[in-house]
């Protein structure tokens, strides 16, 4: 069974960073492709970044120079560097993994951005 188990969210003022981390099990995860998304109240679910198995990597526009996602197969974790962090960044944000056996979905870390 897939688990995955976000940390690092928290209160911040506007210009401040945040360091997400996500931990899976239950998956090989050298092979499976992962990403953040996010999600604020009364709206759909939305990619941040994400990252291939090969470490290749796409950002939304919004995030693009602020945001890094990145991976360490040998801890079956994926981070996500939040920098210049705004108030429009305030969500909750998801790690998500893709492998041969589906997509699943961590429970969630909120981020708020205090301006």
């Known amino acids: 069974q897939v688990q995955l188990v976000e940390s690092g969210g928290g209160l911040v003022q506007a210009g401040g960073s945040l360091r997400l981390s996500c931990v899976a099990s239950g998956s090989i995860f050298s092979i499976a492709n992962m990403g953040w998304y996010l999600q604020a109240p009364g709206k759909q679910r939305e990619l941040v970044a994400r990252?291939?198995?090969?470490?290749?990597?796409n950002y939304a526009d919004s995030v693009k120079g602020r945001f890094t996602i990145s991976r360490d197969n040998t801890k079956n974790t994926v981070y996500l560097q939040m920098n210049s962090l705004k108030p429009e960044d305030t969500a909750s944000y998801y790690c998500?993994?893709?492998?041969?056996?589906?997509?699943?979905w961590g429970q969630g870390t909120q981020v708020t951005v205090s301006s």
């Open positions: 990252i291939t198995r090969y470490s290749s990597t």
């Open positions: 998500n993994l893709v492998d041969p056996l589906g997509s699943f």
